[in-house]
């Protein structure tokens, strides 16, 4: 990825304009191109195969960059897509690999402030198509975390409630007044009128009351921190 960038254009199905690199670059080599590109990322993405190993400084100076980035598994190769401002990447082969691949790892970059340290609804909504052997990371300001389907428990019996997670959401949601998916009629708060740390404290909430967070590590914490980025480096496979 020098400025000759890209062997590669298409459009993807949302019309954007995908930039794919066919030659593998190291992470290092990779984040430097993007820190270095002016592009809109709204109508554009990059997407590059990284080799070598992924450090917690890479992953650190993958959420500085002013959009949302993706690692997913191709091929036993990490992939880097590059996402829009608020949400991960909209491509056809990411969203493919997204859900079923060995890796599954999204960012929530600083520009979105300090608070978003938490998968948001749309993440949460997301894990209803993931893979079981797919591990999800989110890569935010204090750490990595490693993230699950939600699972509710029934107040009266314990056991969790088997629903589908958009029911989950929606019910967890009229519980706590909100109107998650905007379908209107019901009397429950839009969530455009909750301000951003009002959202974020309902995901944070979320969360908690549905044991969302398989693992939680502060980049200071460097044993753990270590034991996620094996997944990352695709030497730790979920369930194993
Ligand atoms: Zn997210």
Not at 49 to 65: D, K, N
Not at 160 to 181: A, Y
Not at 200 to 205: A, C, D, H, V
């Amino acid at each position: 990825m020098q400025n000759h960038v890209c062997n590669s254009r298409h459009m993807s199905e949302s019309s954007e304009r995908v930039y794919e690199e066919l030659t593998p670059r190291t992470m290092d080599a990779v984040l430097q191109f993007l820190e270095g590109a002016s592009f809109d990322c709204e109508r554009e993405a990059y997407e590059c195969e990284a080799v070598g190993e992924i450090t917690p400084e890479h992953m650190q100076r993958s959420i500085m960059l002013p959009y949302e980035i993706a690692l997913t598994e191709r091929s036993k190769k990490v992939v880097l897509t590059t996402g829009k401002n608020r949400s991960i990447p909209t491509t056809a082969n990411f969203i493919v690999r997204r859900d079923t691949s060995r890796l599954s790892l999204h960012t929530h970059h600083i520009g979105l402030g300090q608070e978003t340290t938490t998968p948001s609804f749309s993440d949460i909504y997301l894990t209803d198509f993931a893979s079981p052997r797919t591990p999800l990371i989110l890569a935010h300001r204090l750490g990595l975390t490693v993230y699950r389907r939600p699972i509710l428990l029934d107040p009266s019996t314990l056991k969790p409630v088997r629903s589908d997670i958009r029911d989950t959401l929606l019910l967890w949601g009229e519980e706590n007044n909100i109107d998650i998916f905007s379908f209107g009629g019901k009397n429950l708060r839009s969530p455009h009128d909750l301000t951003p740390n009002e959202k974020f404290s309902l995901e944070r909430k979320f969360a908690a009351e549905a044991n969302l967070i398989v693992e939680d590590g502060e980049w200071e914490d460097t044993q753990r921190i270590q034991g996620i980025m094996d997944y990352i480096n695709l030497r730790r496979n979920k369930n194993s």
